[in-house]
């Protein structure tokens, strides 16, 4: 099976490969010959995933996936969330940005609580004209802010997100642990199984 990602962020591309196995081939955006900027202007992470799998679904033609992620911070009243990747402003992805912000905003505050989301989308050829067939697939992890940077693996919030039942930061966990109990990997989990016949569950 052959499913285009919505993404050209190597690290994405290389957990859910990682998680997919060999049984579905999953292309990037480059692969396929996508160099767009898909816009996400979605005030929500599932319109956001929705809005870019529908861009290239009605552009090349493949079957596609796409997924957003959000850190929702309590005490900061869910922010950053949906805007997460820019929370720093600019061009957005500035990791050490976005980071120095979250840290300033929260100060001593003692109520540390936050989660990462992540929401799938995927848009399925169906036969003949008929529209595409939508799923979608929601993980959650629970956890909390850490008050200094930890670790050196990862990227995004990693270095400052502990998740509850471990002592150590997505940053410090390693890959191998944290695509065994992300966000992330559960969302993936449940498009695997249903790409593959299982029996996960699909929100």
């Known amino acids: 099976m052959r499913i ?48 870019k799998a529908r861009y290239v679904y009605d552009n090349y033609g493949i079957g596609v996936f796409a997924d957003d992620t959000g850190l ?18 600019g061009q957005g992805h500035d990791s050490e940005a976005n980071m120095a912000k979250l840290l300033a905003e929260l100060g001593e505050n003692n109520n540390r609580r936050a989660r990462f989301r992540t929401v799938i989308a995927l848009l399925e050829k169906t036969d ?9 697939f929601e993980g959650v992890v629970e956890g909390e802010i850490t008050r200094t940077r930890s670790g050196s693996e990862g990227f995004g919030y990693d270095p400052v997100f502990r998740p509850d039942g471990y002592g150590q930061t997505f940053a410090e966990l390693g890959m191998e642990v944290k695509n065994a109990i992300s966000h992330r990997a559960r969302a993936v989990k449940k498009l695997a199984d249903y790409l593959l016949g299982g029996q996960g569950d699909k929100d």
């Open 4 to 51: 285009a990602f919505a993404t050209n962020n190597e690290h994405k591309l290389a957990e859910i490969r990682q998680m997919l196995g060999g049984s579905i081939e999953v292309l990037s955006l480059a692969d396929i010959g996508c160099h767009a900027d898909i816009p996400e202007t979605g005030s929500t992470l599932e319109e956001n995933a929705l809005q």
């Open 128 to 136: 003949g004209d008929a529209a595409p067939r939508l799923s979608t």
């Open 72 to 89: 929702e911070v309590d005490a900061l009243g869910g922010a950053p969330g949906v805007y997460s990747a820019r929370y720093a402003g």
